[in-house]
């Protein structure tokens, strides 16, 4: 899978597009395509990895492992908080919250 592919696949389950990445990263419109023929600089890479919460290494292809969880996974390892067990309604409260919170960094 080519760089680009591979950011293309993130973009897709995260529901966005290249241009909306460019947009929220300060890249000129149409760069990641541009990457299929001339590689990026370091820092636009990282840019785009930061972004995609994911590695550059696994951009490149050189790790499998993207190091990202689904909200719902990261709840569902949340047992309890300061003693006190939290319920399923709990959950789908801080669901909300840290989804709200997504969104708002991303525009």
């Known amino acids: ?5 591979r950011i293309k ?8 597009n290249f241009a909306e990445i ?31 919460n994911v590695s550059t290494d696994y951009l490149l292809g050189r790790s499998d492992k993207n190091n990202t969880i689904t909200v719902e996974e990261a709840l569902s390892s949340v047992m309890s908080y300061d003693g006190k067990q939290l319920t399923e309604n709990d959950r789908e409260i801080l669901k909300g919250i840290i ?9």
């Open 22 to 52: 460019e947009r929220a990263i300060g890249l000129s419109n149409g760069q990641i395509r541009r990457w299929d023929d001339a590689s990026p600089k370091a820092e636009n890479l990282k840019k785009v990895a930061d972004h995609l």
């Open 99 to 107: 989804e709200g919170y997504l969104n708002s960094k991303n525009q």
């Open 9 to 16: 696949m993130l973009a897709d389950e995260r529901k966005t």
């Open 1 to 5: 899978m080519t760089l680009v592919q």
